[in-house]
């Protein structure tokens, strides 16, 4: 659940800082889709590490 929350934070921070940049539709999708994923990778070592640690 945390990677879930994670990717649609990143999603969402990426779409409008490439809309705040005046990207295009594709620029938009492509930071959407990049910070989703590095935010998701982010969320996953999270978890992992509360999983390790509890």
């Known amino acids: ?3 879930l929350a994670g990717f649609v934070i990143g999603a ?4 409008l800082l ?7 539709r594709f ?3 492509q930071y ?3 910070f989703g994923i590095a935010f998701a990778l982010l969320a ?3 978890a992992i590490f ?3 640690l509890a």
Do not use: E, Q
Request: aromatic content about 8%; overall charge positive; glycine content about 12%.
């Open 18 to 24: 490439a809309r705040r940049r005046k990207g295009t």
């Open 1 to 3: 659940m945390i990677v």
């Open 12 to 15: 969402l921070w990426g779409g």
């Open 27 to 29: 620029d938009i999708a």
């Open 32 to 34: 959407a889709l990049s």
């Open 44 to 46: 996953l070592f999270l």
């Open 50 to 52: 509360l999983d390790r």
